[in-house]
């Protein structure tokens, strides 16, 4: 079976500091705003390899369908079952992030491709495949972020 799941916030002051840090669809880390040295040395417990299954979208990405401006009374969370399209919208004057985990199913990109999938776990040992997305997205958006074929509904 197949499932989505969410966690979504909205903050009027999204970012603070210099340092951006972006992890690419095949965990390739970058950095702006230190030097290449403190690149190399992250802190606390944070793992590249763990980061498998996870699309980070910043207000667009390369592989996603597209971005377009939405109306005020746009539902946050949509997927059109004639298009397959799944979309987030931030309805908002000010940008939201949002997290969707997409289980047991494929999120198929701009090239007809399924984006990088992870592995997840129940807590009975069970394993099933997990595309994750962590979405950024400005005010008055809404994000395409990929066909999702489920079975009948």
């Not at 909205?10 to 040295?37: E, F, K, L, P």
């Not at 491709?113 to 807590?123: K, Q």
Request: with cysteine.
């Amino acid at each position: 079976s197949s499932s989505w799941s969410s966690r979504r916030g909205c903050r009027r002051a999204a970012y603070h500091g210099n340092d951006t840090v972006r992890v690419d669809a095949m965990g390739s880390i970058s950095q702006s705003g230190s030097s290449a040295s403190d690149a190399e040395t992250w802190p606390g417990n944070y793992l590249p390899d763990a980061c498998k299954g996870c699309v980070v979208v910043h207000g667009t990405h390369p592989l996603i369908l597209g971005t377009a401006p939405t109306d005020v009374d746009e539902v946050p969370f949509h997927w059109n079952p004639s298009s397959k399209v799944f979309t987030i919208a931030n309805a908002n004057k000010f940008p939201c992030f949002t997290y969707v985990t997409f289980c047991g199913v494929d999120v198929l990109d701009c090239n007809d491709r399924p984006f990088p999938i992870g592995i997840t776990r129940a807590e009975c040992g069970s394993e099933r495949t997990a595309t994750t997305f962590v979405v950024v997205a400005a005010p008055q958006t809404s994000i395409r972020l990929g066909r999702v074929e489920v079975g009948p509904v």
